[in-house]
């Protein structure tokens, strides 16, 4: 049930694709809390997503760009003012894209102008949207930016490639700018390390039903929605979390402080 939390407020998500796309379920959840906000992906992904559906549910404009050009997020940023009728209160970044992983390179082999492009745009990118926001004095006063991280930022898995690396440099962004953008005019940065989550991204990473079984039998409370996730967006979004800055916070039921559940160790038993 919603609860107006987000009542007034005005924002930007990027990345929603499909139904699948936890920016997807935030974009209906945040209309539902009373959120104003504009739909943002690269032109391509407007092309192979249903954004429009999206759009029409949630009664937001569309303005494509590409996230790792300094001018189309500009361009975003200016328009997106421009139509909401004044600074926004939220953004939130769900932008990731690996050719090695698209490509099944494996990762003690993989292509550096892949590599390059994976950086680029899962993590450079959230650097140049937080830039052209604070250049363009774009989110107003306590405004909240969230980017979605996972724990292979900290820990390995073998199959998540340099998908790794792009949001151990997310985490360190949202860090770093948060300092920055707070000092300035008070703007918290965030990241959430999300479970597992049946995506069409996550879907396309190898072995990846494997290990989100395992994941789901590791964590106590099992691995997190999509729709919980979005809601734990939300409250970053509101003012219930108005000092919550620099952080990267764990939604994953517990998985990244279980070192073994029993569920797990019974099938290694004799």
């Not at 052209?132 to 107003?140: E, Y």
Request: contains cysteine; glycine residues 8%.
């Amino acid at each position: 049930m919603a609860n107006g939390i987000l009542k007034g407020k005005k924002g930007i998500i990027f990345g929603a694709l499909d139904e699948n796309s936890i920016a997807w379920k935030v974009a209906v959840q945040a209309a539902a809390e009373g959120a104003e906000f504009v739909l943002t992906n690269a032109p391509i992904a407007l092309r192979m997503g249903a954004i429009n559906k999206l759009a029409e549910e949630t009664g937001a404009k569309i303005i494509p760009a590409d996230a790792t050009s300094n001018d189309d997020l500009e361009k975003l940023f200016t328009e997106s003012v421009e139509i909401l009728g004044g600074k926004v209160d939220f953004v939130l970044h769900s932008i990731g894209m690996s050719p090695n992983v698209r490509k099944k390179k494996h990762y003690t082999d993989l292509n550096y102008d892949f590599y390059h492009k994976t950086l680029d745009i899962s993590a450079l990118s959230f650097h140049r949207m937080l830039a052209a926001a604070k250049k363009l004095d774009a989110i107003n006063e306590w405004g909240s930016v969230v980017g979605l991280s996972y724990i292979a930022s900290q820990r390995t898995f073998p199959d998540y490639s340099d998908m790794a690396e792009a949001k151990s440099v997310l985490e360190s962004i949202a860090r770093s700018f948060g300092y920055h953008y707070g000092n300035a005019k008070k703007v918290r940065v965030n990241t959430i390390s999300q479970s597992p989550t049946m995506t069409t991204a996550g879907k396309g990473i190898k072995g990846f039903n494997g290990f989100f079984n395992y994941a789901n039998e590791m964590s106590p409370l099992g691995n997190a929605p999509a729709e919980d996730c979005a809601n734990y967006v939300l409250s970053l979004f509101s003012d219930y979390t108005r000092f919550v800055t620099m952080q990267n916070l764990f939604h994953d039921g517990g998985f990244s402080n279980t070192g073994v559940s029993q569920v797990v160790m019974d099938k290694f038993e004799d």
